[in-house]
């Protein structure tokens, strides 16, 4: 796993995220204590968890980084 850890991302930052070949970007807009995030996507502007995101497990190429 490469890339920036989840207890540096910070609220109003822009991330992207890989995971299985998908290319995620998106901003947090609100840290939740159960430890996810709600993120909003830069492209289409829908709100998400970061937990759906992973919900499937961590591939090899899972990666975020700043944007």
Do not use: C, P, Q
């Not at 998908?22 to 937990?51: A, P, Q, V, W």
Request: glycine fraction near 8%; avoid cysteine.
């Amino acid at each position: 796993m490469a890339g920036l850890s989840l207890n540096v991302l910070r609220t109003g930052k822009k991330y992207s995220l890989i995971n299985f070949g998908d290319r995620y970007e998106f901003i947090i807009e609100n840290i939740l204590s159960n430890g996810d995030f709600i993120l909003k996507d830069l492209h289409t502007l829908e709100k998400y968890h970061y937990k759906d995101l992973i919900k499937f497990g961590k591939s090899r190429d899972f990666e975020i980084r700043d944007l």
